[in-house]
Nanobody, 125 residues
Framework: QVQLVESGGGLVQAGGSLRLSCAAS????????MGWFRQAPEKEREFVAA????????YYADSVKGRFTISRDNAKNTVYLQMNSLKPEDTAVYYC??????????????????WGQGTQVTVAS
């Protein structure tokens, strides 16, 4: 089992930055890919970024490429999402998730079995 708790969301002006953190508990965190997803009001949950268990593979949605950076610190059981040059369309609830299988990575929400409660990010224009 993996339990996840996100933090770091808030209100920011367009062009600003935020860093989200996701603290994990569970013995298999370091063996699992981690992903960030987001869901805006009346929209489906969408993929943002994913990082493999050892950080060797990283994927981004086209909409955030070049602006967001995902990273992880396995010693601290934490994954991060650094968000720069934020835009109003980045406004959403952001969720971190742990992949259902160890040492696999994916960009589809259904591949992730463990989810945090979400943290709100609001970007004002």
């Amino acid at each position: 089992q993996v339990q996840l708790v996100e933090s770091g969301g808030g209100l920011v002006q367009a062009g600003g930055s935020l860093r989200l953190s996701c603290a994990a508990s569970g013995r298999t965190f370091s063996n699992r890919a981690m992903g960030w997803f987001r869901q805006a009001p009346e929209k489906e949950r969408e993929f943002v970024a994913a990082i493999s268990w050892n950080g060797g593979s990283i994927y981004y949605a086209d909409s955030v490429k070049g602006r967001f950076t995902i990273s992880r610190d396995n010693a601290k059981n934490t994954v991060y999402l650094q968000m720069n040059s934020l835009k109003p369309e980045d406004t959403a609830v952001y969720y971190c998730a742990a992949h259902g299988f160890t040492r696999e990575i994916g960009v589809v929400a259904g591949q992730y079995d463990y989810w945090g409660q979400g943290t709100q990010v609001t970007v004002a224009s």
